[in-house]
């Protein structure tokens, strides 16, 4: 898939970033031979199987013009060995003045489409780009959960004292790496710009590494197979899979009574703050005398009546989660029901384990604890602390979890169960 395309912002890589303006001043037709003949060492220059052909024919006809002394057999040779060189001084034009960079989302989401986008843009002044293709991979390295829960369990480990089988590790890199080939098939005009797309699914979550393995390209002849190395990578962050779950969830849990107050922005008779004017706001809400004394409009914020809210807490001890696969839903759960309170205008706030509580006031704030979850870790041992702990615990509307049955994991609301997954 082609398309035009006008993103900027991002870097450029490619055979013209960081290249000067003024290449001609530096220019050396030595310089251009010898890369021909040795490229650089990201690049490569291979024959295919019609250009073997090709100089085994100019072997053929060669040493035969040179036995007979006919003419015609060298004015062949000469032709043949010109479509060689000819093929590879096209060829490198072909990928001078061509720059590239990925362009992807935030975050990216187990078990979801993820579209990663490959920009193209033409530097140069007259020659289009034709027959180019690029190799994407994405590596999901190994986090931690798995080093935990291979020690936790003594059925992580598939052989006896820790080690795998060589088929065991390939099979496990294989599953770590997703590989793709994009092809440009239109041309690309010079000062255009195009865009490639790649389409594919994540499957476990954490940091993702998407790199361009390399850029090769056939063209003109099919001679030469010319490659660059891409030298191009960019890490996104992937969040655990959405799950479904059963019972009512922590929105049935208790509720305020009615007229109860909360410190959050509403519409009740009881002043919550004062922040600077902006535009929209009604003119009813300006504190005229606040305005007077700060030089400046301020207006009047309410607090919310009867509201609810709930604070999630996500507790990762070793030695209570240790299956891998419950694990992996509890965080796949935990993220779940962040995301569905968070659309409800339920979600106050969020802990991990020990670190201090985060207020989840926006958008910005729930990707934060998302990406939280996409690089979550068993802990080693117990890392809680007894009196943070009975403070912590003493808030209202506290969802927390807890395994529920060998496979299961159940969310409680001030200890109370209200949904399992």
């Known amino acids: 898939m082609t398309t035009k395309t006008g993103v900027m912002g991002a870097e450029w890589r490619g055979s013209a970033a960081g290249s000067s303006v003024r290449w001609w001043r530096d220019f050396k037709w030595s310089t251009l031979l010898w890369s021909l003949v040795f490229p650089a060492r990201p690049e490569s220059i291979a024959p295919t199987v019609p250009g073997l052909l090709l100089i085994a024919l100019s072997l053929g006809i060669g040493s035969a013009a040179y036995n007979t002394g006919n003419n015609i057999l060298f004015i062949a040779l000469s032709l043949l060995l010109s479509c060689l060189i000819l093929s590879g001084v096209l060829s490198w034009l072909n990928f001078s003045g061509l720059r590239w960079r990925l362009a992807t989302g935030p975050a990216l989401r187990v078990g979801s489409d993820a579209a990663v986008a490959l920009e193209l843009r033409s530097a140069k002044k007259i020659l289009p780009t034709y027959g180019l293709w690029f190799d994407l991979r994405a590596v999901n390295p190994a986090y931690g959960t798995d080093k935990a829960h291979s020690t936790s369990s003594g059925q992580a480990h598939p052989e006896p004292g820790g080690k795998k089988s060589v088929r065991e590790i390939l099979a496990a890199v294989d599953k770590a790496e997703t590989r793709s080939r994009l092809f440009l098939r239109d041309r690309l005009d010079a000062g255009e710009e195009a865009s490639l797309e790649w389409i594919f699914r994540p499957a476990r979550r954490g940091v993702l590494r998407l790199e361009l393995a390399g ?84 207006v009047r914020q309410f607090a919310a009546e009867s509201a609810e809210g709930f604070t999630l807490w996500l507790r990762t001890p070793a030695e209570v989660w240790t299956r891998a696969e419950q694990f992996e839903l509890l965080v796949s759960f935990a993220a779940t029901l962040a995301e569905d309170l968070f659309r409800a205008g339920k979600l106050q706030g969020a802990r991990v384990n020990d670190e201090p509580p985060m207020a989840v006031r926006g958008v910005r704030d729930l990707q934060e604890f998302m990406d939280k979850l996409a690089v979550m870790e068993c802990v080693e041992g117990e890392q809680r602390k007894a009196e943070g702990e009975k403070v912590f615990l003493t808030k209202q509307n506290l969802i927390t979890f807890a395994p529920d049955g060998a496979r299961g994991v159940a969310a409680y609301v001030d200890g109370e169960k209200t949904a399992a997954a």
């Not at 890490?235 to 929105?251: C, D, L």
């Not at 535009?279 to 030089?295: C, F, N, P, T, V």
Request: glycine letters at 14%.
């Open 215 to 298: 850029v090769g390209s056939l063209f003109p002849f099919g001679f030469l197979r010319k490659t660059l190395g891409g030298g191009l990578r960019r890490e996104v962050v992937v969040w655990p899979a959405p799950v479904e779950y059963r019972g009512g969830g922590p929105v049935v849990a208790r509720r305020p009574q009615a007229g109860e107050r909360v410190a959050r922005v509403g519409s009740s008779a009881d002043l919550l703050a004062l922040r600077q004017y902006e535009s929209g706001d009604s003119h009813r809400l300006i504190h005229w005398k606040a305005s007077a004394r700060l030089g400046k409009l301020v």
